[in-house]
């Protein structure tokens, strides 16, 4: 019997993966299996090859396979392209007739299913919910669950489209179930339900909602519009203002102006956009105004791949900006760390009073697994700027006042009774423009060294695994985690181990040479090709890498190919 | 009530002797003192440039940020803090320049706030090189063979982008700019006030007697109507021998802050947050 199958859905844009897709996420999680779900879409609104790709299993998975065990194709171009990454004895559901093939193939599972839409429906529109049912039929999950997933997901659209919908899974649930075909893929759903479905961006925009964010700008880019999409469906019910705004310049210029006004605001991109808010990086250090940045990773330089995945913005986010002041780069590589490490930024960023970077990219971004609901106590809001109830009292404020911490006790324009003054030229503790050079030592220590010490007292720990007395220790950052991770269990028996980094600023140096310090070899794991991690790994512990596995066609590793590969450094 | 005395700053003034910023700054504070405004409910936003110094040099909260970002940031500041009256002030090669793309989309967003060009057609801290509203054929250091691009329109724009409050004032007429400042901060949405600011180091073309001679008060024509579109389009265009100081456009519209529903919700800033329960949001994906 299986424990895991790998379902690749596959068509030309347009022809509604996406939909589909979710809905086999919550149908298959809440039946009670694992799930892991990615998405492989092209820069283009309709035509060519897009896929969604979706791991279930009985345990956690964190990471795509390279195989399929079941491919449903709903066009023909998609059985030429993915054939040859179907399991020796993996099924493509395929409507021959259809797609007027007449070759056979022991893969083919034929199943009639523009037919069944027409039926069901009157319109081939519904051929994906027949495509949920066969599947469902396929992998012995009860209709129940495929029919509550449908209720749920044409809610708004009437009685008459769920109707129709769930008929049209039905006909391809009762064609599947009824066929020996597919008899080996029938799994054991053995958890309980109830847990979440979520990308890396809904975490990312959950967190920020739950720390307080009360003003996103951001102008569109893949792979952070979803942030913005997510913020604007909740912004009335959360008093939030999402702005859309006439390019980057703007975005991190008002999420500046919205946070020097007292608010806690927020800006997302990708690397291109976020090339144009470097200035607006530097603005937050020297201004001392808080900011979070999403910088959502993809394949440059310049355009490159618009919907694809690279981690090659780690060297440009950590150096981002002219000139020299404190920063906290996290690169969360799981949904649940993408939700806690957002809430961490929000507080970090207000305590320093600096731009805190979420690095992530776009398989963190837009890839969904089923987590628990996050514990909220977890994910307190702590607060640093001067109460409105203490603000009263207060006459002649000093913005930059000088601290051993180097951290001046922000007050909020309006509320105290002095008046605010910040600003971007060198300036002094009242924050008017100075040009003294004692001043300005003082106000580079303060933006710099002293607030860079307060940052690496609260570093978040690096993750290891299987680390101590591992012979070999796979290193990385940021959305590699779950295939690093899957990696190094896979191996575990010829001593391969794992650190994963969630944070790349301030670089864990103490830590990770603390983790590291007895393992023979190590190994950076990076979807870039210059080997970025493994660069700064030697420059801030002197510890070079022994070699680096890297990837940088803008697709992610997947499991058997990754261990194939540290198969070979063992 | 404060008075003139409550908007004073102690930071030392940079700008040149005769400098027409400070009939600008002189009628900045006279116009908040008219409104009764406090200082605490200021927001001063700039910059880069020398009218980008002007917040410091009097007192009122400032952020003076980068070249050409001034909009963004006041839009915002006014969006997350509705208490404050947000003035912006900026030159022709910050706003009209460096900034152009927030100048247009902000006329277009409507956030309540009042932007103050100190336009002097040159500029001023880098020394001397064309701006966006320098004349054709004026002589520099860099266009050594005079400005060959046709200048910028700002008011033109303005209107044409449909700003609600669109004015030319004169940093000489002291008393006729702080009417306009009081009339652009009682607009409701995005006002405009382009002043004509001679710079006594670098334009040596536009000075106090080449604007003198040219400048003419709208206020003294009898049949000026200021509400009609295409009038006020027609006299944004006149440029030249004559020069038509005071409000060439005024038309009501609803700002940002009601057209988001901004206005009927509670601040941003006084919003708690310090417990806020997404716990709701789950079910939405399960």
Redesign the interface.
Known sequence: MKQELTIKISGEAGQGMQTIGSALC?MY??AGLNIFADQDYMSRIRGGNNFFRLRIAEYPVYAPRRLSDILVALDKPSIGLHRGSLATDGVIILDRKKFNIEAADPAFFDVPLFELAVKAGASELFVNSVALGALAGSTGVGFSYVEAVLQSAFRDKGADIITKNVAAAQSGFDFAAASDRTKAFRLKCCQAP?????SGN?AVS?AA????C??Y?AYPMTPSTGIMNFLAR?A?R????V?Q???E???V?????????????MTGTSGGGFALMQ??VS?SGM?ETPIVIFEGQRPAPATGFPTRTEQADLNFVIHAGHGEFARAVFTPGTIEEAFFLTVKAFNLAEKYQIPVFILSDQVLAESSRNIA?PD?AKA??E?FIIP?KDSAGIKDYKRYALTASGISPRA???W??????????EHTE????TEDACTRTQMVEKRLHKKMAGLKKEIEAPVAGNAEGAELLLVGFGSTFGVVREAAAALNDKSVGFIHLPQVWPFPAREIIALAGKAKKLVTVENNASAQLAALLRRETGRAADSSILKFDGRPFDLDTLVEQVGREV | MATLADFKS??EI?WCPGCGNFGILNAVKKALVSLGCE?????L?SG?GQAA?L??YL????????HG?AL??????????R??TVVVTTGDGDCYGEGG??F??NIRRNVDMTVIVHDNQIYGLTKGQASPTTDRGHKTKVQTAGVILDPFHPLEVAIALGAGFVARGYSKEMEHLAGLIIAGISHRGFSLIDVLQPCVSFNKVNTYEWYNKRVYKLDEEKDYDRTDKATALKKACEWGERIPLGVLYQAESQSYEQR???DR??P????P???????A??KD??
């Open positions: 919550l999680k809440n109830g847990s979440l479905v979520l809904d959950l909602i739950r720390a307080g009360k003003f700008s909740y009335a959360f008093n939030i203002v702005e705004a006439e390019d310049i703007a975005a210029n008002m999420a500046l102006g919205a946070s020097f006004a007292g608010v806690r605001a200035e607006g603005l201004t609901a909220l307190a809001v607060r409105k909020v324009p309006s105290i009774e002095g008046v605010v003054y910040a600003d971007s030229d009242e924050g008017h423009i | 102690n930071d940079a200082p605490r409910e200021i927001l936003v880069i110094k917040p410091h007192a009122g909260n400032c952020f003076n940020g980068l970002r963004p940031v006041a839009a915002a500041a006014k969006i997350a803090n208490s404050l793309n927030h247009l989309h988001s529903g901004l919700r509670p941003l800033v006084d919003e947050i310090d417990d806020i329960d997404i716990s949001l789950f994906f399960t």
